[in-house]
T-cell receptor
Framework: GESVGLHLPTLSVQEGDNSIINCAYS??????FIWYKQESGKGPQFIID?????DKRQGQRVTVLLNKTVKHLSLQIAATQPGDSAVYFCAENRRSTNAGKSTFGDGTTLTVKP | NAGVTQTPKFQVLKTGQSMTLQCAQD?????MYWYRQDPGMGLRLIYYSASEGTTDKGEVPNGYNVSRLNKREFSLRLESAAPSQTSVYFCASSAGGPQETQYFGPGTRLLVL
């Protein structure tokens, strides 16, 4: 069946280092991808998205890379800060899907060490 | 502008009891969603409403019902709660269309004994 999954359930980095969180998807029809951040006790929060006609998109301190050939996307966080500690989810969506239903991966827990 | 609000924040039920989780958004969004999140897992879609007056099943609809009361409100009802429904429930909304950002509420933690 279709799935969206993250390569590693946990990631620990030193403050100031760059973080890379990976995600793989199985459905080649997926054409829209979203990264969410979920802090403890809160709902997921949108970080950045990318459409399948792009390979890279940059935001403030975050970059998402999409490799459609191997069905892989990554979230890069520059100069990771303690406030970046959270669970990060990737989600995929398809243009044919009504109402913006997204399929979520299981999440990677990012811990930033001071 | 409160975004997406959910009530209650926390609830304990006994097996077989019923309850309704409330969700409201003030962003004039067309689409609303209910997800459940189990420990260490991502979100799974229970039901969604593409627009006022419509509802559709998601990935895990069994044991739940929903009502899109108006454009602002989307409620989730558990008719006969089971321990397997112990989870954190999130409501979300989006402006509409297949590729729109979803905005999430703070969640309702439900424990079924």
């Amino acid at each position: 069946g279709e799935s969206v999954g993250l390569h590693l359930p946990t990631l620990s980095v030193q403050e100031g280092d760059n973080s890379i969180i990976n995600c793989a998807y199985s459905n080649s029809a997926s054409d829209y991808f979203i990264w969410y951040k979920q802090e403890s006790g809160k709902g997921p929060q949108f970080i950045i998205d990318i459409r399948s006609n792009m390979d890279k998109r940059q935001g403030q301190r975050v970059t998402v890379l999409l490799n459609k050939t191997v069905k892989h996307l990554s979230l890069q966080i520059a100069a990771t800060q303690p406030g970046d500690s959270a669970v990060y989810f990737c989600a995929e969506n398809r243009r044919s899907t009504n109402a913006g239903k997204s399929t979520f991966g299981d999440g990677t827990t990012l811990t930033v060490k001071p | 502008n409160a975004g997406v609000t959910q009530t209650p924040k926390f609830q304990v039920l006994k097996t077989g009891q019923s309850m309704t989780l409330q969700c409201a958004q003030d962003m004039n969004h067309n689409s609303m969603y209910w997800y459940r999140q189990d420990p260490g897992m991502g979100l799974r879609l229970i039901y969604y409403s593409a627009s006022e007056g419509t509802t559709d099943k998601g990935e895990v609809p069994n044991g739940y019902n929903v009502s899109r009361l108006n454009k602002r409100e989307f409620s989730l009802r558990l008719e006969s709660a089971a321990p397997s429904q112990t989870s954190v429930y999130f409501c979300a909304s989006s402006a509409g269309g297949p590729q729109e950002t979803q905005y999430f509420g703070p969640g309702t933690r439900l424990l079924v004994l």
